[in-house]
DNA sequence: TTAGGGTTAG
């Protein structure tokens, strides 16, 4: 087979595969290696049941189809099976074909340890592993990384204290958790001790901890993290770099962020990407848009995400005819197809700036089925600016998931904000007949190590009293700026209503 | 063929 030039073989095979993009591709060439007669070298219908898995459900079917009609088939062949349906979630499969095959290696056992443990089945994994004829490093760190997910840091410390062997792979996983956790005193001290214990900083150490940092917004932490780059004078990666200015804009030290995005030697898109996103999520429009400009000076070409950005960076400023200009832009200009993203992006530009009628527009013209995040940011910006009339059109366009607990409560939202209290325990009474239940958000704040937790309804921090008085204080304030006739108006904050 | 990895609207 000729593909670009080079004469395919066994060796080039698994190659090609791998640089398939879609199901197709690997279909072709599945359909060419049958004609040329390579699937008897075990490597290539290996390397085509590892890649048909990448492409979900009709994948994995092509690949259990081949599987089942491979003459012979060795270890790799049945892990690759294994793995592929545990990727897409089938377990049961996979457990079967488990059970089912005769000498199994210690990757069989750590697959389907994985599979567990992504499920977040935990009683399984444990059981599993407990039965593991021999365990790895692998096997101890899968366990370790599902307690972790799972949240159960107590039960991961444990396992974690008792592996024989520790790689920073293990290190980073226990770390993160702790990080993603809240425990900032325990990621600290156990940072620290991983350092005392000769492990080098690697980029997947570095990114893990930095990324969950971001996520929960760690600063504590992605400052020492920063303090030992610059301390052993670690050589930052691109990704590396973008990974650190992301943390710095996710905890609110712009500045830092700005500071090591500036001092980069090398920037790729995500470099710019990251830096604009952070000074749209923080309000800083004006900002995100220099840093936009500044990149295509700079000869770099934005992407969909850059987009999403840009668009999110003029929804939070009110620049809502730039952000129109830059929807535009993006297909015109940059060949960039607009995403049912980017389309959020819109209705909830447009629905912020009080263009209801357009944002609705939108939404039932645009080239989408939309989806429950459409739905629900039009919902939004009804509520925000109080128009019922509309929220009822919408309404009628309510073909979103009833399951979403999410939506239930952004109606109900809608309906308390325009004063309709029927409207809202018909809602209530709606979520509790078919057994919704809306998760509470929560949101939290790092101070001096320790990160304290708010959600809706909870009143057991210790400073409930003096914390709330200063919110309200806060949201009068910024209420007589905003609208100083309306100043002795109630506020709302949260469920609250003070 | 098995464990940790950056950006994505509300």
Redesign the pocket.
Known sequence: MQWNGILANTLTYPFLLKACSCLQMVEMIHTQIEKNGFLGDIFVPN?LI?NYSRFGGLGIKAALRLFTVMEHRD??SW??MI?GLTKVGELREARKLFDEMPEK???TW??VL?GYVKAGEMEEAFQLFESMPQR???SW??LV?GYSKAGDMDMARVLFDEMPVK????W??IISGYVEKGFTKEAIELYDRMERNGFKL????V??IL?AC?ESGSLAVGLKVHDSIERLKFRC???VC??LV?MYAKCGSLDKAWSVFNGMSKR?V??W??ML?GFAMHGHGREALCVFERMKKEGFKPD??TF?GVL?AC??AGFIDEGIQCFYAMEKDYGIVPE??H???MI?LLGRGERLKEAFMLVNTMPFVPN???W??LL?ACRLHGATELAEKVLDHFKLDRMDP?NYSMLANIFAAAGDWDGVATVRLQMKSVGVQKPSGASSIEIDNEVHEFTVFDRSHPNFDSIYGMVHRLAQDLKRVAHPKDATLPVEVGELVI
Request: hydrophobic fraction near 35%; glycine fraction near 10%; include cysteine.
């Open positions: 390397a590892d270890v790799v892990n690759s793995g290696s210690i990757i750590n697959t994985n790895n490093i692998v760190s899968t990384m790689t920073s792979v293990p980073t996983i690697d980029d997947g150490t990114i893990s990324a971001a990666s691109v990704a973008n990974t992301n790729d995500v470099s990407n990251v996103q969909r995400v999403i999110c929804s939070h049912i993203e389309y959020g992006c909830d429950a995040v459409i629900g940011t939004g999410g």
